[in-house]
């Protein structure tokens, strides 16, 4: 494996690869690890049967995307946690600019349906998107305005309602993206997603990572173990009380 590439650990770690992994980080820990890079066949499934089920990816498809290496790290902490986790490229789900008229003439798009039946097979979402211009970012705001269309028998934002989310960002600014998370919590929310509380933004994101990929901070490590650890309780508890 390079240097930019995950450790993989592979009893514990699933991952089917169709086409020439591009990118990678590495994580080297006893922590179960995974491949992370544009063109994973199939989401990367890991955890406990049983546990919460959390769907994870990044409002961004760059290489080298800070919010990529992010949700990947949050990802496998989360399984130590003990959440069963998906983590998904959206590189992987190609969909064109939503456009109600081609709603209309070719419905939704079979990628689309694909992430919609992603959110409804999981019990959460954790998302890790980049500010853009003080905002969210085109590539989740499309995937947002696809996957919440009604169709095929299932209701407009059903892949969101009762939903439990965190949030979390990063960028090399000081401010680490929060901006941008305050749109993405106001349109989950309205949606009828339940946002934690205690976003992530990590800022100084170009220096935040060791060539390895982990979080070199023990204070940023620290906050995201506890949004991870709130998602999780959360999740669990609101899944037991409909139950």
Same mark, same amino acid.
């Given at each position: 494996m390079t240097e930019q590439g995950w450790t993989l650990n592979r009893e514990t770690c699933r991952v089917s690869n169709l086409r020439a992994l591009e990118s990678f980080v590495n994580i080297n820990s006893d922590a179960p690890t995974l491949e992370l890079g544009r063109g994973l066949q199939q989401p990367?499934?890991?955890?406990?049967?049983?546990?919460?089920?959390?769907?994870?990816?990044?409002?961004?498809?760059?290489?080298?995307?800070?919010?990529? @290496? +992010?949700?990947?790290?949050?990802?496998?902490?989360?399984?130590? #946690?003990? &959440?069963d986790v998906t983590l998904v490229e959206l590189a992987d789900y190609p969909i064109p600019l939503f456009d109600g008229?081609?709603?209309?003439?070719?419905?939704?798009?079979?990628?689309?349906? @694909? +992430?919609?039946q992603l959110m409804l097979?999981?019990?959460?979402? #954790?998302? &890790?998107?980049?500010?853009?211009?003080?905002?969210?970012?085109?590539l989740l705001k499309n995937v947002i305005d696809w996957t919440s269309r009604p169709a095929d028998g299932v209701a407009m934002s059903a892949a969101y309602r009762g939903k439990v989310a965190?949030?979390?960002?990063?960028?090399?600014?000081?401010?680490g993206g929060m901006r941008g998370l305050v749109h993405v919590r106001a349109i989950l929310s309205g949606m009828g997603v339940l946002v934690v509380p205690g976003d992530m933004?990590?800022?100084?994101?170009?220096?935040?990572f060791s060539d390895n990929g982990a979080l070199i901070d023990d204070k940023s490590?620290?906050?995201l173990e506890r949004i991870l650890s709130t998602l999780i309780s959360t999740t669990a508890a609101l899944s037991s009380a409909t139950s």
């Open positions: 990367t499934t890991y955890g406990v049967d049983g546990m919460p089920r959390i769907m994870a990816f990044a409002g961004s498809a760059r290489r080298e995307s800070f919010n990529r @290496k +992010l949700v990947a790290t949050a990802a496998i902490k989360a399984r130590t #946690l003990g &959440a008229d081609l709603e209309a003439v070719e419905g939704i798009h079979d990628n689309a349906t @694909k +992430l919609r097979d999981h019990d959460a979402l #954790l998302i &890790a998107c980049p500010e853009y211009n003080g905002s969210i970012t085109p965190g949030l979390l960002s990063a960028s090399p600014g000081s401010l933004s990590l800022g100084g994101a170009h220096s935040a490590n620290a906050r």
